[in-house]
């Protein structure tokens, strides 16, 4: 598809997803979340896919929020669908059965952050600044940004970026937990690809395992999330590649994992 906003490589089991609209910074507009949506189904329904970077084009711009000029004219209830849209996509990344990497090259604002607050995991370039700057337009974050931070880094450093609205950068981001590491520009896309190659070869049903274990717990009383591990951690034991683990272990070599 020529005008599709997103461009999607593979490299090995990495898939790479990139947000592209660079003369907007990346802005997420509803054409744009869709294909997003459809991009991460089919990682997720892919086999030869194991992990995933998403990212955006161009040197300045990891996503710069949802499209402003989009918005600006919706009605209530448009708005409210706007939010729906972008919701029930980054729910669906949150929710992948396969680990995702923000790899944050530049401005992850407003849309961009919570875009990014979606993913497993997040990788910033040293240069880059995370925010919701919403405020500054007289709204508030729609796409779970109020949520997810809230989650991600507590109450008062969700309050202090959503009510001040101004960015921060990336060694305060991470100091905040928003980002897991930062690591020089020039580096990102190395760094980013190293961890996306671990992260691909890893037992991909253990690395599920981990992901439904951390994604339900979140959201229930402990008793709830402890009971919840212990059922996935059974359902482990059937699986090829914890025989296979366990093993290669005791057998002092590397393992090798079918995903079965
Ligand atoms: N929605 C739509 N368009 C956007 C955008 C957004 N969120 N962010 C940037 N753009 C567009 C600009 O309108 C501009 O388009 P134009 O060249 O057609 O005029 C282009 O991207 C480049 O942006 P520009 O503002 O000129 O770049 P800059 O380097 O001067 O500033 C930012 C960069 C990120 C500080 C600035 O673009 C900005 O504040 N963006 C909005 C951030 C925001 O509020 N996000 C939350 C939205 S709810």
Redesign the pocket.
């Known amino acids: 598809m020529t005008d599709s906003p997103l461009l999607v490589s593979d490299r090995d089991a990495v898939r790479t997803i990139t947000v592209n609209r660079p003369?907007?910074?990346n802005?997420l507009n509803a054409a744009t979340l869709d294909a997003l949506h459809l991009a991460f189904d089919e990682a997720a329904a892919d086999a030869d896919v194991r992990a995933i970077v998403l990212t955006g084009a161009g040197p300045?711009?990891f996503v710069?929020?949802?499209?402003?000029?989009?918005?600006a004219t919706l009605t209530p209830v448009q708005a409210r669908d706007f939010s729906l849209r972008g919701q029930r996509m980054m729910r669906a990344v949150e929710r992948l059965p396969k680990p995702v990497i923000a790899m944050i090259n530049g401005?992850a604002?407003?849309?961009?952050l919570e875009l990014a607050m979606c993913c497993h995991l997040r990788i910033a370039a040293d240069t880059a600044k995370v925010g919701q700057?919403?405020i500054?337009?007289g709204?508030i974050p729609g796409f779970g940004g109020t949520q997810r931070l809230l989650r991600l880094a507590g109450r008062a450093a969700t309050l202090e970026l959503c009510l001040l609205g101004a960015p921060i950068d990336a060694a305060r981001a991470q100091q905040l937990g928003i980002v897991n590491r930062v690591v020089p520009g020039a580096q990102l896309e190395e760094e980013t690809m190293k961890l996306a190659t671990q992260l691909a070869s890893a037992a991909p049903l253990a690395s599920r395992g981990i992901l439904d274990c951390v994604n339900s717990g979140g959201e229930c009383a402990i008793e709830e999330g402890l009971a919840f591990e212990s059922a996935q951690f059974g359902l482990i034991f059937a699986t090829e590649d914890m025989r296979e683990g366990t093993t290669a272990f005791l057998e002092r070599r590397k393992p090798a994992f079918n995903g079965r």
């Open positions: 003369d907007k910074l802005a300045k711009a710069a929020g949802a499209d402003i000029a989009e918005m401005f604002l407003g849309g961009g700057p919403e500054n337009l709204l």
